[in-house]
């Protein structure tokens, strides 16, 4: 089968990474393509992933490169659609929730194309998120619904979508982690930034909820310079949020807060040898949250809701929201209560096989018409 495998947005190259991988060692069964749009384009932001991750160099490059949702939407599938015409794939495979998902699983659907979806199903029942939207939108789509949790599965079978589009798989985002933890032992990062032993606390911050909203990225800045009083924060700055800073004249703040340490955003082995070490991790991201749960690590996650819950049934994450006290609050309860660890708990089919049993579901629906 061929499969065209897509991938824009940062955090959609370690998801992609052992998919493609293992459809290369099923030579017999698999061709696989990877089409980058080129939604993220940085060194930093995608370069630095493909080296890491040993993910090949994209078979087509689109180069959309950044605009409103709009916009990029837009780019993404003009761009895309002679591609899907030119290979005439068996399958086009898109994961997690940015604009490129959305937009290369909309110009597959119209042109009979199959579509899996994987990380499929996840809600955060927020539809002031973008992501909430694309996820939504993707899934009504797709033909191949593959899933890394369970509740996720049920919340596609509330929206209608039948049992045969729906596989539980687990997280292939996991795969990655498993897989590169050894590797990400000889990251120097550490070492780079002079931290010695594990008193530090990792923190990302790039949802246009908390940067866009210049009242609430002050109260989480307010938090920030709390917190950093009592261990050192390193806080490697997307490319969104380090506009803001500048633009709403935060940055002399940011520099009196001595211990809040910004970095340039990270490839995939420093940043995992990074957080892997930190006593806490503050974030407004996804994966991170499912990250910091496999390894036990705790996280207070900087938004109102997760479209993650087991990361909080199972997992170390805690949902903290923007308000500067409870951040500050969350935080000195978590650091204070670290002396007896407990082994993290994870998630089922969270067990570095997921990409196997993505593809054992693509060989069991096969070629041939949409389903
Ligand atoms: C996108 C995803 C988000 C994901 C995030 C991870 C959507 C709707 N959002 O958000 O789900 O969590 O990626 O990073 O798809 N920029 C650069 N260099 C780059 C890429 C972006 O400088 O390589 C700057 C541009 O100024 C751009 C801004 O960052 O306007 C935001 O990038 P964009 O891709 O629009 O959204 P993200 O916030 O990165």
Known sequence: MKII???GARPNFMKVAPIVDE???RTADFTPLVVHTGQH???QMSDAFFRDLGLPAPDVYLGVGSGSHAVQTAAVMQSFEPVVLEHNPDWVLVVGDVNS?????????KLGIKVAHVEAGLRSRDRTMPEEI?????????????TPSQDADENLRREGIPDSRIRFVGNVMIDSLLGQLQRAESSKVREELGLSGSDYAVLTLHRPSNVDDRDAFARILSALEEISQRLPIIFPVHPRTRSRIAEFGFAERVQRAKGLRLVDPLGYLDFLRLYSGARLVLTDSGG???????LGIPCLTLRENTERPITIEMG??????TDTKKIVQAASASLDTQSNPQPPRIPPLWDGHTAGRICDALQEKGVGGRL
């Open 41 to 43: 384009y940085d060194a």
């Open 101 to 109: 998902t959305v937009a290369c699983a909309l110009v597959c659907s």
């Open 5 to 7: 495998n897509v991938v």
């Open 288 to 294: 991170i949250q499912e990250e910091t749960t496999v």
């Open 134 to 146: 694309n996820r939504i939108l993707t899934d009504q789509i797709a033909d191949l619904l593959l």
């Open 23 to 25: 459809m290369k060692r």
């Open 316 to 321: 170390t994450n805690q949902i903290v929201g």
